[in-house]
């Protein structure tokens, strides 16, 4: 059974969403309501995608320089190696991050931002 509310709150209550808030309804009439924070759980959930993603970057930078394929017929050398090295460094210090902490996660620092 619906219930009859006047144009102006049919309106209000008609547009997008204020940011933090949901459409909902108290007392029988629509309401804005606050959106609860996320659970332990999807924090965790977030954490990992953001990891993922982070290592994904790292892997893609990696093989658009070609160097595991330079590495493995011996023509890296010299600077080209020793930034192959620091980013298999940084990328091997994503995989250990612990995500069951979070939000609270120490993220390493990229490679580029310790080389400058």
């Known amino acids: 059974d619906g ?3 006047d144009d102006t709150v049919a309106a209000e ?18 309401a804005w309501i606050d959106i609860p924070p996320p659970t332990h759980e ?12 982070l290592i994904n970057q790292v892997n893609e930078y990696i093989n658009s320089k070609q160097w595991p394929g330079k590495a493995a017929i011996g023509r890296l050398k010299g600077e080209e190696l020793a930034q192959y090295n620091l980013w298999l460094d940084y990328l091997d210090t994503l ?22």
């Open 3 to 5: 219930i009859e509310i």
């Open 42 to 53: 999807e924090q965790i959930a977030a954490a990992e995608l953001e990891k993922q993603q």
């Open 95 to 116: 995989e250990l991050v612990d995500t069951s902490g979070a939000p609270d996660i120490e993220w390493p620092t990229p490679t580029a931002v310790q080389a400058r």
């Open 13 to 30: 209550f008609m547009k997008e969403a204020p940011e933090g808030k949901y459409r909902g309804v108290i007392d029988g009439m629509p």
